[in-house]
């Protein structure tokens, strides 16, 4: 039986350098066609009842029956040491460092008491096996790129949209002169209507990644993608959608009444999930 959706909600967008998730469906975010943006992904839970475990890149959620990894970080998308932590889907976490744990809010009490460096011990049950699974706490610099964005939601649409990130801090942009906006993760874009144009509202971090030299900033009102001319956010974010991967992206833009021309190499992968948590 699916749960009911609340009428507020929130979709918590994760950006990752070099990752291979799929860009999900939640209020308005693009969904790729054909594969050109990786599988798609979304997952309900109720807040507080979701965390990431940023070392493998996992998502753990607490169920009726405590602790589950509901999704395991493909090997590709972590560092290093952490390529062989065996974690795997479906795993259940019932210890951490000797100590039982059932919640969410234990397990990040739980990972924040234990030093940088020093060994995070998980005692898990596969098919009914106990098990250790073990790897250090790793620090913040050594860990692949994440930003968060969250996308609040009501009856009339977005109303707001929030980031935390390592490099941007926090910052919040209210709906209230906007109109229809649309994160772009693959893009490192949040575009929306603003007084009739498509403007860009926040650039993410993984754009410097895509965009070395003429960067798209904040402020930016975009006017064509690949030659065309764009009139609306719900275009530019389809028409890059269908852009083939490896292919030149050019988007051409006014800033301070100067035009300008952005131009990077679409990624196989825009490297987001999506959690869609109600509330």
């Given at each position: 039986m699916l749960r009911?959706?609340?009428?507020?909600?929130?979709?918590?967008?994760?950006?990752l350098s070099a990752s291979s998730f799929g860009l999900g469906d939640c209020p308005g975010t693009s969904k790729g066609s054909s594969g050109k943006e990786g599988g798609v992904k979304m997952m309900v839970f109720d807040?507080?009842?979701v965390t990431i475990l940023k070392e493998t890149g996992s998502i753990i959620v607490?169920?009726?029956?405590?602790?589950k990894v509901e999704m395991a970080g493909p090997e590709?998308?972590?560092?290093?040491?952490y390529k062989d932590v065996d974690l795997q889907k479906g795993d259940r976490i019932i210890m951490l460092?000797?100590?039982?744990?059932?919640?969410?809010?234990?397990?990040?009490?739980?990972?924040?008491?234990?030093?940088?460096?020093?060994?995070?011990?998980?005692?898990v049950k596969r098919d009914n096996i106990m098990m250790i699974v073990s790897f250090p706490r790793a620090a913040e610099d050594d860990l692949p790129m994440m930003q968060a964005m969250m996308i609040t939601e009501d009856d009339q649409g977005i109303s707001s949209i929030e980031t935390a990130g390592d490099e941007t801090g926090i910052k919040k942009i209210s709906a209230e002169d906007l109109t229809a906006i649309k994160p772009v993760p693959g893009a490192g874009l949040v575009v929306a209507e603003k007084e009739g144009d498509v403007t860009v509202m926040m650039v993410l971090p993984n754009a410097k990644e895509l965009m070395k030299e003429n960067r798209l900033e904040e402020g930016d009102i975009i006017i064509s993608l690949q030659g065309d001319e764009i009139s609306t956010s719900k275009q530019f974010a389809g028409e890059y959608d269908e852009i083939p991967v490896g292919s030149k992206v050019s988007i051409?833009?006014?800033?301070?009444?100067?035009?300008?021309?952005?131009?990077?190499?679409?990624?196989?992968?825009?490297?987001?999930?999506?959690?869609?948590?109600?509330?």
């Open positions: 009911k959706v609340l009428t507020a909600a929130a979709c918590l967008i994760l950006i807040k507080g009842s607490t169920d009726d029956k405590g602790l590709e998308t972590r560092t290093g040491k460092n000797g100590k039982r744990i059932n919640t969410v809010q234990e397990f990040e009490d739980g990972y924040r008491a234990v030093e940088i460096g020093s060994d995070i011990e998980l005692g051409n833009y006014v800033r301070d009444g100067e035009t300008g021309t952005a131009t990077f190499t679409k990624q196989e992968s825009s490297g987001a999930m999506e959690l869609k948590i109600e509330r």
